[in-house]
């Protein structure tokens, strides 16, 4: 056999395969109806009448400031939270930042908020904008920005088919990501709904939620702080002027 | 590599019991994972809403789980995921190997994933010359040490800080220490070099998405991003009872399962990749493989009771809360899935004939149901499983196992005190002649150890008072008091 037939022959297997599994789900779905009306009956007389299934409720709880219950649960994950008034401001804390961590080389996404704060950094550190392995893995810091944040729970939402942020966002040691305060949503339930208003086709190839740095408890439950991914997480929000 | 099977649990049990170490770090799994459960799921306004949610979702996709594993099947492919299909472990572990050899990869990581151990797929790699790395940081010390997961959260939880030092001093060849940041720091550096040169990477999924094709995977190390976004091809291997319709019912789930694992209100990442990249200039794999896989779990939906073992989140929940697990861990209960939902699952997987103990490995005290955040019944099903040890026991079916084969005598007895029970007479004079029969064995009262003959003269019946004492039959009956005229001092 070349290669071609083989493909296909493994092709024709694996329509078999899928037959057979749904033909099982199916048969064993079958087997269990007497048995299911038995236990829906016990169930009515149990508790009255079933309840229907209905749609998740997004709760609109009472809107304490967003930008403060969003840092108070990032610093809760042991993340840093800086609110600035307008994107010359972002620029300096990240130069700040740059400074602080002595960081030589910075891997930045392509989000148009991250390219425009870059822009006004003043630093001779290296910039990488459009970062592969293995340069990546030298970088100090990657700067992204965030299509969505998420107040409850202190979350980055990146969505790729806006931003190309996979690896800057997750190699590099230290992650500084700027948002603006519009993109604040108070509960994960709005964005996931949000996302799903895109539409099928809409979604993005990949989203990534974010909180807080990488950690882990594998030995003996002992928190440690950037296994894998950054060890610190720096969320800068744009407020605009007259931020609290 | 000696790990016990679930066929001799009760030995297996027994062994673990005797080691203080183990059930130390037991102890502190429960405490420490148990408090940080209780405070996180009061920061929910309705948990009890949010866990009916949840069992409520799960049922309607199982009670369609063909239509919408067929949506989710379409969904992923238009977006360009490539689909395969498995019946069973053997045929997930054979097209893993097919498709690393149609891409010519050798080097390949791992994210922690119970499918994956569920079929043994790194011992399938490693004989075909593909032996991968697992990368989350405990599945990386137990497969240093060549041992098996036993935690469905943290697989290494049965090791001490200082087993895993000198584990990595053998193994990599750094300085023995006490500081979990420099032994995590060990892990990060020489698992970056592995994740540079992986052509491959295998990750499990936590959910998959009928409407969108979408699947998730939670993890709080990064090393599943790492996995899934820097190797040319992805294959993920899921579970058919994976499945929930809507995008939206994320909320449900990502509420509970982080909350009843680990007492976190989110982990640090999730991961939700739908399809393979647009174009070549897009970060991630070329290749994007899911591999669906059946291996027992549709034949779990023949019955309502056994269906819900299908709606289980892996939280770990269970585990934390049973007593058993707590005295005994994980290894005890042979099989990649331990503590109640083990006992439940296993059977179910492997065949109850080779796991006929672990439905009796609970007290059936009922904590595993009120912690699980899907509200499985686990006793329920322990019972079930117990009727089908005990039918196959009759039928000569199942493997006549201890304790199984306890059961035999305990059938006997129970014959005979149902004989005797039921014949008012031969029951009086039957308590009479025990009466005069128990004098060798009562000291002080009690038939206990402090006997001991008991033991000696009748070793069914010794079982009984091997850890607590008997109460002795009364003097008098109550029927003898009530003809003396117990009915008229009223």
């Known amino acids: 056999m070349n290669d071609r037939e083989e493909k296909l022959s493994a092709h024709g297997q694996n329509d078999e395969v899928r037959r057979d599994i749904l033909a099982a789900i199916r048969r064993h779905l079958t087997a269990s109806a007497p048995f299911d009306a038995v236990r829906a009956e016990h169930h009515a007389q149990e508790s009255g009448a079933h309840a229907p299934l209905a749609p998740v409720a997004v709760t609109h709880a009472p809107v304490a400031a967003p930008i403060a219950r969003f840092h108070e649960a990032l610093a809760a994950v042991g993340g840093h939270c800086v609110v600035v008034s307008d994107d010359r401001a972002a620029a300096e804390t990240v130069q700040q930042l740059i400074e602080q961590k002595q960081a030589q080389r910075i891997a930045v996404s392509d989000a148009p908020l991250v390219q425009k704060v870059c822009a006004q950094i003043k630093s001779d550190a290296l910039v990488f904008a459009q970062t592969e392995p293995p340069a990546l893995f030298d970088c100090d810091i990657g700067i992204t920005s965030a299509q969505w944040a998420v107040a409850e729970t202190g979350t980055l939402v990146l969505e790729s088919d806006c931003e190309r942020h996979r690896l800057s966002s997750l190699v590099p040691p230290v992650h500084v990501a700027i948002i603006e305060a519009a993109q604040v949503r108070q509960t994960l339930g709005e964005v996931l709904h949000a996302i799903n208003e895109q539409g099928p086709g809409g979604l993005s190839r990949t989203v990534t939620f974010i909180t807080g740095p990488s950690r882990t408890s594998d030995i003996e439950l002992t928190l440690a702080i950037g296994v894998h991914g950054p060890g610190e997480l720096y969320v800068i929000i744009i407020a605009g002027e007259g931020h609290d | ?490």
């Open chain 2, 1 to 490: 590599m000696n790990q016990p099977t679930s066929e001799t649990f009760d030995q297996n049990a027994r062994a673990a019991l005797l080691d203080p170490q183990l059930r130390g770090a037991l102890r502190n799994l429960a405490h420490t994972f148990g408090e940080r459960r209780k405070v996180a799921i009061t920061t929910v306004d309705d948990w009890e809403g949010l866990r009916e949610r949840a069992r409520a979702i799960k049922d309607e996709t199982l009670a369609h789980l063909d239509k919408y594993l067929v949506d989710f099947a379409d969904n992923a492919a238009r977006a360009g995921a490539q689909i395969h299909w498995a019946r069973d472990g053997a045929e997930a572990c054979a097209l893993v190997i097919r498709l690393l050899h149609e891409r010519q990869a050798t080097q390949v990581v791992k994210s922690k994933s119970m499918a994956t151990e569920e079929i043994h797929l790194n011992k399938a790699l490693e004989a075909a010359g593909l032996a991968p790395v697992e990368t989350d940081l405990g599945e990386w010390i137990i497969q240093l040490a060549d041992e098996t997961p036993s935690h469905i959260v943290v697989p290494a939880i049965h090791k001490s800080k200082r087993q895993i030092a000198e584990l990595f001093a053998e193994k990599i060849g750094i300085e023995p220490t006490d500081d979990v940041a420099v032994l995590t720091g060990a892990a990060r550096r020489i698992l970056r070099q592995r994740f540079v040169e992986a052509e491959a990477g295998i990750s499990g999924v936590n959910f998959g998405v009928a409407e969108t094709g979408t699947f998730l995977i939670l993890e709080n190390e990064g090393n599943a991003r790492l996995t899934t976004s820097l190797p040319k091809m992805h294959i993920a291997l899921m579970g058919i009872e994976k499945i929930i319709p809507r995008l939206v019912d994320l909320d449900v789930f990502l509420k509970l399962l982080p909350r009843s694992g680990t007492g976190q209100r989110l982990t640090s990442y999730q991961s939700l990749i739908t399809g393979v990249k647009r174009s070549p200039e897009d970060e991630g794999p070329e290749e994007v493989h899911i591999i669906l896989m059946d291996n027992g779990r549709s034949a779990m939906l023949g019955h309502p009771v056994t269906r819900q073992s299908l709606a289980c989140i892996r939280c770990g929940a269970c585990l934390n809360a049973c007593p058993v697990y707590q005295q005994i861990g994980g290894h005890a209960y042979g099989s990649v899935y331990p503590g109640p939902i083990g006992a439940v699952i296993t059977p179910q997987l492997i065949g109850i004939g080779k796991a006929a103990q672990l439905p009796y490995a609970s007290s059936l005290c009922g904590a595993c149901r009120e912690v699980c955040p899907v509200k499985i019944d686990i006793p329920e099903l322990l019972l079930h499983l117990r009727a089908e040890v005990a039918e196959g026991t009759a039928r000569g079916t199942a493997e006549q196992t201890r304790p199984v084969k306890h059961k035999l005598v305990e059938h006997l007895i129970f014959r005979l005190y149902a004989f005797a029970w039921s014949r008012p007479m031969l029951y009086e004079w039957g308590a009479r002649l025990l009466r005069v029969l128990q004098r060798p064995v009562v000291r002080d009262g009690r038939i206990g150890k402090a006997s001991s003959v008991m033991a000696k003269l009748a070793p069914p019946l010794g079982a009984w008072t091997a850890w607590r004492d008997a109460r002795p039959f009364a003097p008098r009956t109550f029927r003898e008091q009530w003809r003396d005229g117990l009915a008229d001092k009223k």
